[in-house]
């Protein structure tokens, strides 16, 4: 037997190779020339019809809405219920989401807020949310004060005092500014990104998000 036939030499240059070509596709993803898999073209395929039949509905008061051609995973943020204990949008899978995040000191958001309060009493429920989760980082007892004056009762009260989420987010160039809304489906696939202030209960938006909704066969 020659040396090139070595069996032992072949056993272990599988696993070297491999290992090559692991290091070979992480450096690629991180110098840019290939994409992690949330950033692959059809990641989503059973996303992309919803988006379709959306994208004629976002017209009007929801033309800021800008659906996705290609749905791709929504990035796994994380963030704080009303009483401390973390969650993540892994936790609302299974049901669409209307992410928005906000500030006490965003003008925008004071306006926007009241009509995302009025869609969950109208839409919410165990097949879609909005999760609108504040991201001060400083003087957070503002933001109680801020919801009980403008009369928010529907939503509830989520928080991100470390900024991570939308930090994440700016790096990803979904986030410009503030307030920034993201329309999630219930396989987790980002649908659509709206930065800036959206009439969430205006006609337009009631019948987008009851497209949304028609879409879980509720």
Not at 16 to 29: C, D, H, K, Q
Not at 37 to 47: F, I
Not at 94 to 106: D, E, I, Y
Not at 143 to 154: D, P, T
């Amino acid at each position: 037997m020659t040396k090139t036939d070595n069996p032992s030499r072949r056993r272990f240059g599988l696993p070297i190779a491999l290992a090559a070509l692991a290091a070979v596709i992480a450096g690629a993803i991180l110098y840019g020339t290939a994409k992690p898999p949330s950033k692959v073209a059809g990641a989503c395929p059973q996303s992309r019809a919803l988006a379709a039949r959306l994208a004629p509905l976002a017209r009007g008061a929801v033309a800021g809405l800008a659906i996705e051609a290609d749905p791709r995973p929504a990035i796994p943020l994380t963030f704080q219920k009303e009483d401390g204990a973390k969650t993540s949008l892994a936790d609302f899978r299974g049901r669409a989401v209307l992410l928005n995040l906000w500030a006490t000191w965003c003008v925008p958001c004071r306006a926007e807020m009241p009509s995302l309060d009025r869609l969950q009493a109208q839409k919410g429920g165990k097949d879609f949310e909005v999760v609108a989760v504040n991201v001060d980082t400083a003087r957070l007892e503002r933001r109680e004060a801020f919801l009980n004056e403008i009369g928010v009762k529907s939503l509830a009260r989520f928080a991100d005092p470390s900024g991570d989420a939308f930090e994440t987010l700016r790096k990803d160039g979904q986030a410009l500014g503030l307030p920034v809304t993201m329309l999630i489906d219930s396989e987790g696939c980002l649908i659509g990104v709206a930065r800036g202030a959206v009439p969430w209960d205006s006609p337009e938006a009631l019948a987008l998000i009851g497209a949304v909704k028609a879409d879980r066969g509720s």
